[in-house]
């Protein structure tokens, strides 16, 4: 029943907001036309306030990570294959992760110990699937994501966060153009963590909890930023971080504090 209601909330909360914003409290008509603008800016305050709350709430401070070992995958293998042709192993079971509701993650690993991979599948209303590639900076000082879809991107990026959106690539493509970004990076003196499948729960958990802390610093200007960057589809993480001027900011800056 919880997991239902959780799935439902955001819709509910959605038509809500939008038949205030449509109809305007008749309480407020001594305001004239002005009621509108006011209703307006209420509702985003409400939406803000919304987002930040489920935001929080899927950033857990210790995610619960589930073994599923009996767990359906398949219409997750077109995915798993495609980075299985490149090099990377299942790192364990499936996993349900501990957000809401709660999501199908497959983890993987590359044979040269350089980056994990997942797979999964939201448990939302409607279900999405997607995936991605991961790395981790040595000394656990950012690492690099590279993404199909934007909408891993929408939340501003921490310190050391490198990002990479290749609209709509399939898990081969994303797997060479994550290797080629971490040549990149080493290149210019930025070594990577070793990672393997015993790693990735503790790996994982970590990065969720990095966000939380980097999203609960500021959450209402967060909030605001992922529902422009939702609405509006744009993100400053498109292409390869060698042509992308946030990324180069963001090396920079991990190179001046390796200096210093």
Known sequence: MKTTIVK???IVVGVALGW?????PEWLRDLGPWRFPLVGAGVLVLLVGFVAMTIARNLPADIALEPLPGADVGPLDALLHGYESVGFERAGTPLRAGVSPPALLVPLVHRDGRSYATVFRTDTVPAKTSFDVVSILEGGRG???TSPTAAGTTLPAAPGELRQVFRDAPPATLAERHAEAVSYLERRGLPLKRVSAQAFAADFKAAIAAQRANFLAHPLRASAVAIWRSATHLTPHLGGIASQPFAQRQ??????GRRS
Do not use: K
């Open 251 to 256: 090396i920079e800056r991990l190179l001046t």
């Open 20 to 24: 205030l914003l449509m109809a305007a």
């Open 143 to 145: 690492g690099l994501t």
């Open 8 to 10: 439902v909330l955001p």
